[in-house]
């Protein structure tokens, strides 16, 4: 999921669902989660899910604010 080295054309169900998983993985580094300390210095918008799915930076900026927001109500779930 990291370099999506999946074709667009031949396999684009596979190719969004794996842009969205690298989109996921940014926002967790960029947070913290799984890591020793939240990677702010992350461009979220510029990760290659986002570009991929063509997410904007104001939208990206919405999205991690929502994903903030269910991590933190579901942390205990999550991190169980």
């Known amino acids: 999921h990291e370099d999506l080295a999946i074709s667009a054309e031949e396999e684009p169900q596979l190719y969004r669902l794996t842009a969205v998983v690298n989109l996921a993985d940014h926002f ?12 702010e210095d992350l461009d ?4 290659p899910g986002a570009r991929a799915l063509g997410v904007e930076p104001e939208r990206a900026r919405l999205f991690l604010d929502e994903f903030r927001a269910a991590f933190e109500k579901d942390r205990e779930v999550f991190l169980a």
């Open 28 to 39: 967790c580094r960029f947070l913290g989660i799984g890591q020793r300390s939240p990677g």
């Open 44 to 47: 979220v918008a510029q990760c």
